[in-house]
């Protein structure tokens, strides 16, 4: 946690900050770093059951201290094809471990964002962010996966036939990191 300040409650023409003064707005809640992958490839899974990889979709980081937060974006363009209703599920992974997930309930999905279609083919942009707290200095990477229920086709920055059309479109998706002094 940042160490709280000692400055005056509020400042009027000619006042001058200290030494001490200005070290101290200095040190917390500091941006130190952004990285940051965006993704302009395609990808296209029917993984079911289980949670799987966007290849691809990553992004690592260094915190130059323990004590800082990771602030973790993702912004993702997916369209998906079932002519029924189907739920995924995404997470935030911090190397091998999950990240703002929900808590467990019976064999219910923890995810840290969901999305819903409900026609035969549904475009969506999903995002979702985190504030994790990884407490090391070693070299750390970020990714989303997803789990679906069906064997239904997913896809990542195309359109189901991805026709070479000016009515299908290709599209973008970011993951970026920010480490935020404590």
């Not at 260094?62 to 209703?85: D, G, Q, W």
């Not at 219910?108 to 990884?134: C, H, K, W, Y």
């Not at 997913?154 to 998706?173: C, E, K, M, Q």
């Amino acid at each position: 946690m940042a160490t709280p300040t000692n400055l005056p409650a509020t400042f009027v023409a000619g006042n001058v900050l200290t030494a001490a003064q200005m070290n101290n707005l200095r040190g917390g809640f500091r941006i130190l770093q952004v990285a940051s992958t965006t993704k302009t490839d395609t990808f296209t899974s029917t993984a079911s059951g289980a949670w799987t990889d966007i290849t691809g979709y990553s992004v690592s980081i260094t915190p130059r201290e323990t004590t800082s937060k990771i602030l973790v974006i993702a912004t993702m363009n997916c369209t998906v094809y079932r002519p029924t209703v189907v739920a995924r599920a995404f997470r935030f992974m911090r190397d091998s471990t999950a990240i703002g997930v929900g808590d467990a309930a019976g064999s219910r999905l923890q995810g840290s964002f969901v999305s819903l279609s409900t026609n035969d083919e549904a475009s969506i942009q999903l995002s979702g962010m985190v504030l994790d707290s990884p407490s090391t200095t070693s070299a750390t990477t970020y990714k989303v996966q997803f789990r679906q229920g069906n064997a239904t086709a997913f896809y990542l920055n195309r359109s189901t036939n991805d026709g070479d059309s000016v009515d299908t479109s290709r599209t973008a998706s970011t993951i970026t990191v920010l480490e935020v002094s404590a």
